[in-house]
């Protein structure tokens, strides 16, 4: 049973902009400070930005502060990811789950792919 979809990812050009969103089903969403992930292949999946269940707080790793941007929108149990300034070292496999994931055992959807390349 599918609760995260993850949609929005594609080829840009360097510089270039992308809206990832991420719908997911209530039990994992409401109430649970929600983050992005990204994984490379090699390398450990990496968790890039985080929001509290009100929206109010958000947090971010170095590599991608001031570039992106989370939201989420409680009415539709749905999180978002808007990229700027996007750069090749950011093309990786992009995942939403619940901040907890980071540290425990996790069910994940499918992913987006995101590839940043001219």
């Known amino acids: 049973q599918v609760q995260l979809v993850e949609s929005g990812g594609g080829l840009v050009q360097p510089g270039g902009s992308l809206r990832l969103s991420c719908a997911a089903s209530?039990?994992?969403?409401?109430?649970?400070?929600m983050g992005w992930y990204r994984e490379t292949p090699g390398k450990q999946r990496e968790l890039v930005a985080t929001?509290?269940?009100?929206?109010?707080?958000?947090n971010y790793a170095d590599s991608v502060k001031g570039r992106f941007t989370i939201l989420r929108e409680n009415a539709k149990n749905t999180v978002y990811l808007q990229m700027n300034s996007l750069k090749p070292e950011d093309t990786a496999v992009y995942y939403c789950?619940?901040?907890?994931?980071?540290?425990?055992?996790?069910?994940w959807g499918p992913g987006t792919q995101v590839t940043v390349s001219s």
């Open positions: 929001i509290t269940s009100t929206g109010l707080t958000t």
């Open positions: 209530g039990s994992i969403f409401s109430g649970n400070v």
């Open positions: 789950n619940k901040q907890s994931c980071n540290y425990a055992p996790c069910n």
